[in-house]
Structures are given as C-alpha cells and as structure tokens.
C-alpha cells in the first residue's frame, strides 16, 4: 500500500511541478510484494527501487530491532494500547 501512496505523490509532484521530478532511488522497509516484478517499479518510478532496506522480512529481525527501540516485545507493546495480540 505505501508504495501506491508513493506513486500516487510522486505523480502529483511531477504535476505540479510541470514536468518529471527526478528521482535517484525509492526505499521500502519492506519485503516486495508477491506477483509484482521489481522492473515494475522501476518503471513507474523511474529509478531504483529498494524493498526490505532494514532486513525485516524476517519476523525475528524485527521483533530484536523492536525490543531494542522500545524496551519491550511488540505483543506486550501491543497489549499495553489495548490492540489485539
């Protein structure tokens, strides 16, 4: 979905702005999504296009990154804002 909205800003910018708005490279932090081939992207977009920048596609990366940041595992975070487990 945020690419999408990153497509959808990036498209407006170049509206507004009357022509192409350049860009070097995006970032998603991410894994891609299924079915979409990467030169997809790249096309709609015009540069390079990154998924995954943090390496957390893997659950155990995240959750270690998480309990750094906040002290605290994301369940008990989410237990804590009443958001279901």
Do not use: K
Not at 29 to 51: K, S
Not at 69 to 84: D, S, Y
Request: proline share 8%; with cysteine; net charge negative.
């Amino acid at each position: 979905m945020s690419e999408s909205a990153a497509a959808g800003a990036y498209t407006f910018c170049s509206w507004l702005a009357g022509l192409q708005v350049p860009l070097v490279d995006i970032s998603f932090p991410y894994p891609a999504p299924d079915g979409v081939p990467l030169e997809e992207y790249q096309r709609i977009f015009g540069a390079t296009v990154r998924f995954d920048l943090f390496g957390f596609g893997e659950q155990s990366t995240c959750n270690h990154a998480f309990r750094a940041w906040f002290e605290t595992t994301p369940a008990a975070w989410r237990a804590t804002q009443g958001a279901p487990g």
